[in-house]
């Protein structure tokens, strides 16, 4: 018998809810069977006071050599402070797609069931390219990029994940009755890369009125494609429409490497009481032993998230149970058998 293939990957456990769910995850993935060497590295404020780095040298080595890495949330200082770890590391291995499938899980009642929307959002440009300055005191300007290159392959990733993934619709969101040249480029871009696949049906909705039709009626979408804060925006939206931001995975893709994470952030009010759901950062686990071609775990995981949200049984306090997160760790090590 041929010995199992070990992955090698970056693990970055965060801060604030970040340590807590990932050591539950890594309990839950390393049970699958599926052999794993992590290298495990603290980024952000951690990392300053241990290496005097906010992401350590060592780090981006690690990502670069494995090119796959799992990521619990890094707190990003509000209004001033060092750089978000998170749009720094994905500006820096050009992880260009974020991936971020909105679904039910059963057992939860929600106004909506069924909801199965794939959000694909820009991940390296707009808003996130970080250009504010003070002009004069009391005046900031604040520079959106958005870019041919950007917008196109952003714009194909998410027709070629339709076309593979039997996805019937992708609608473009926007803001270009206002931002005409920026997000005009944006849905230039996206009509140009629609006309390869007329296989799939294509629209485009402004922002505002997607918000609104997203809460009265989610069916009409199938894939919504944005710019990097539309996305970030409506990913939180499409997150309570299926229970909140405990349930929604991520994936930051690029042509070299891939970095998987949950959509909420490091959730500091409910830090260190164990109080954090873990489902989001194991649905991007999920994601990420997909990435790696070991579907039979990926499979059973996701079966026994599934049978765990259907018999309620170790569900925590978000959902309406009354697990802790280890608990619920230890819910689906069990349905896992
Ligand atoms: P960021 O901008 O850094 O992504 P955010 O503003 O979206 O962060 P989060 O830290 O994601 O805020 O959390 C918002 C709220 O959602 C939290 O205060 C917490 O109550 C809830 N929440 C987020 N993640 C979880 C989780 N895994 N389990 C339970 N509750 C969560």
């Not at 990392?47 to 060592?58: D, M, Q, R, V």
């Not at 690690?62 to 799992?70: E, F, G, H, M, Q």
């Not at 294509?202 to 990097?228: A, K």
Request: charged share 25%; hydrophobic share 40%.
């Amino acid at each position: 018998m041929t010995e199992r293939k070990k992955h090698k990957v970056t693990l970055i456990p965060g801060d604030g809810i970040g340590p807590e769910v990932t050591q539950a995850v890594l309990r839950i993935v390393e049970a699958t069977g599926v052999k794993f060497e992590w290298e495990r590295y603290a980024a952000g404020a951690e990392a300053f006071e241990l290496h005097g780095e906010y992401i350590p040298a060592a780090l981006y080595e690690s990502i670069a050599r494995n090119r796959v890495a799992l990521k619990g949330p890094v707190t990003t200082p509000i209004g001033g402070g060092f750089k978000s770890i998170n749009v720094t590391l994905r500006k820096k291995f050009d992880l260009y797609a974020n991936f971020r499938p909105i679904r039910n899980l059963p057992g939860l009642e929600t106004k909506w069931p069924g909801v199965n929307l794939i959000v694909v959002r820009e991940n390296t440009e707009g808003e996130y390219v970080g250009l504010e300055r003070e002009v004069v005191p009391g005046v900031v300007e604040s520079i959106k990029v958005v870019s041919e290159k950007g917008s196109t392959r952003i714009a194909r990733f998410a027709f070629e994940y339709a076309r593979k993934h039997g996805r019937k619709k992708i609608h473009s969101i926007h803001k270009a009755n206002i931002m005409k040249l920026s997000d005009g480029l944006f849905l230039r871009c996206a009509r140009q890369v629609a006309e390869e696949f007329p296989d799939i049906a294509y629209g485009e909705h402004i922002i505002d009125n997607t918000c609104m039709q997203l809460v009265m009626n989610p069916y009409q979408y199938d894939v919504l494609l944005l710019e990097n804060l539309y996305g970030d925006i409506v990913s939180d939206l499409c997150a309570g429409l299926v229970g909140g931001l405990g349930l929604v995975p991520g994936a930051n893709l690029g042509a070299e490497c891939a970095i998987f994470e949950a959509v909420h952030g490091s959730a500091p009010d409910i830090a260190g009481k164990d109080l954090a759901n873990p489902t989001a950062l194991l649905l991007s686990a999920i994601l990420m032993l997909r990435h790696l071609d070991e579907q039979a775990a990926a499979d059973k995981l996701e079966k026994a998230l599934q049978t765990v949200y259907a018999e309620r049984k170790a569900l925590t306090r978000d959902v309406g149970g009354t697990a802790g997160t280890s608990q619920f760790a230890d819910g689906v090590l069990a349905a896992m058998g």
